[in-house]
């Protein structure tokens, strides 16, 4: 049974972490902008009226800023909070969706669309492959002795270029 977390003293605007490694919890860094999801849904159906009314596309850089969040990482980090997570990952995919959407119905630039799905959504390129057939690789007993000869040889060649001293310890060592 693992142990309560410690509340640390202060405790900025009520808000709580989750507790570090050691039980305590610390407010550290810049404050939370929004303190619940409900705080931040208005935000979000406001920027896809928006878009919707202006006929310009969604993208998540416009929605971080209309959101009020500095960067993209701003916009990331707030997804990685449990209470936050569900609420930001669904404006994303709403995003996405529409992105795929134009992309299959062939509206906009393809190639932009393909670029922004790949970096932005973690779409990637797959292609199967499917291998047949045997290798096979035959050789004859004379054919045999004739390579371990050859390589006998070129060890040895190796061998005469070693050092004396070091010759000796790699004959002790096999």
């Known amino acids: 049974m693992s142990k309560p977390a410690k509340e640390y003293p202060y405790n900025y605007k009520g808000l709580s972490e989750p507790p570090n490694k050691y039980g305590y ?17 208005p935000l979000i159906e406001d920027y ?11 993208t998540v850089s416009g929605l971080a800023h209309h959101i009020g969040f500095s960067s993209r990482q701003r916009f990331h980090d707030y997804s990685q909070y449990p209470d936050f997570a569900d609420t930001l990952k669904r404006a994303k995919f709403r995003i996405e969706t529409q992105r795929n959407e134009q992309l299959i119905a062939g509206k906009g630039n393809v190639v932009g669309m393909i670029f922004d799905l790949k970096n932005n959504f973690d779409w990637k390129d797959s292609k199967e492959l499917q291998v047949s057939g045997q290798i096979e690789h035959k050789m004859d007993p004379d054919q045999i002795e004739e390579r371990i000869q050859y390589l006998l040889e070129q060890r040895g060649s190796l061998l005469e270029h070693i050092p004396e001293a070091e010759f000796e310890t790699l004959s002790t060592e096999t």
Request: charged share 30%; aromatic share 14%; glycine share 4%.
């Open 25 to 41: 919890r610390y407010i550290t860094g810049q404050p939370r902008l929004f303190s619940s999801p409900e705080d931040i849904q």
């Open 48 to 58: 896809f009226k928006q878009c919707d009314t202006q006929k310009r596309p969604y």
